[in-house]
């Protein structure tokens, strides 16, 4: 597979698992469309083209060595700092050929778009019962501060160091964060938990939550207890970052009675707590991790070597 096949595979994947479902997903290419066709010409050149087709902003191919030559090895990490870089580059060195880097977290591009994905949580909200406007608002709200916090770091540090190694290297965030909501949601679905004891099994039979439990990093139940009724479980893995401190009472307020996440910042949990919410935190290597990993299960299908790194836990689920 060339590095443009794999990221391919990774966004067709990602759309499939997509939680506004495949329509969601055109009506907001095609308002992409729009505003492109809005902007005046002398801004459309500005106007990142892969946007028309790809919607997942805070994913990105950033740097091709050789766009022909076919993958045979990877190297895999949840972060991708100039550290994984020099590191792919050492590798090549020894002899253990790294053809391409394949980041979770935005670098570069995708760093700075990161807040433009968090559109989709909108429409997750919405499936939960918070109302429309409420949820697009507080998104809104949220996605800016987002955005601005972004804007002041140095997003193509890591891209430069690539481009001058020769390190192709590529980031795939929501396309997998979409997998591990669909996977988790999907067995919640299935099993409907009664308690959130329950709701915590679920977890601890995934290979990655048992690494981390051996590494000191498991679920955590912040709040609530194993015994508590689960009630309607929402899990919270995909769509950019977490939506905001205030849609955790809205939440609430439309049902939600046991919330999963990767992680939560203190004042969400606060406010979690005031409504009565059950609150796990399954972790966020370890979440970020299984949905990576389902995604690599597909390039190893294909002949694929994955080599994990920066806090990746690398677990297969193919059928041996
Ligand atoms: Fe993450």
Do not use: W
């Not at 966004?11 to 066709?37: I, T």
């Not at 050789?66 to 190297?75: D, E, S």
């Not at 697009?136 to 804007?151: A, F, G, P, T, Y």
């Amino acid at each position: 597979m060339t590095i443009q096949e794999i990221y391919d595979l990774a966004l067709n994947r990602g759309m499939k698992a997509d939680p506004r479902g495949e329509a969601g997903v055109k009506r907001y290419l095609a308002r992409m469309q729009k505003e492109y066709e809005a902007l005046p010409k002398e801004e459309q050149v500005y106007f990142e083209k892969t946007k028309l087709v790809d919607p997942y902003a805070d994913s990105f191919i950033h740097f091709v060595a050789n766009a022909k030559v076919p993958v045979k090895r990877v190297l895999a990490g949840i972060d991708i700092d100039s550290g994984e870089i020099f590191l792919a580059d050492r590798l090549n060195e020894r002899e253990k050929k790294i053809d391409l880097v394949i980041g979770h977290h935005p670098i570069g591009r995708a760093l700075v778009d990161l807040a433009e994905v968090m559109d989709l949580q909108v429409e997750v909200l919405e499936s939960y019962g918070v109302p429309t406007h409420v949820a697009e608002n507080l998104m809104q709200e949220r996605m800016s501060q987002v955005d601005r916090n972004i804007h002041v770091g140095n997003q193509y540090q890591v891209v430069d160091i690539a481009r001058l190694l020769g390190v192709s290297v590529i980031n795939t965030h929501t396309l997998t964060d979409n997998l591990v909501e669909e996977y988790l949601n999907g067995l919640v679905k299935a099993r409907k938990p009664h308690t959130v004891g329950d709701v915590l099994k679920i977890l601890d039979e995934q290979p990655e939550y048992q690494q981390a439990k051996r590494e000191g990093t498991g679920p955590k139940l912040l709040f609530g207890k194993p015994s508590n009724r689960a009630g309607k479980v929402m899990t919270e893995m995909t769509g950019g970052t977490n939506p905001g401190d205030r849609m955790y009472e809205e939440l609430s307020k439309a049902g939600v009675s046991t919330i999963v996440s990767m992680h939560l910042n203190e004042k969400s949990l606060e406010l979690a707590k005031k409504s009565f919410m059950n609150v796990i935190i399954s972790g966020h290597m370890s979440s970020d991790s299984l949905g990576m990993n389902l995604f690599l299960d597909e390039l190893e299908k294909k002949g694929i070597e994955i080599v994990p790194c920066s806090g990746l836990m690398r677990a297969s689920r193919r059928k041996k």
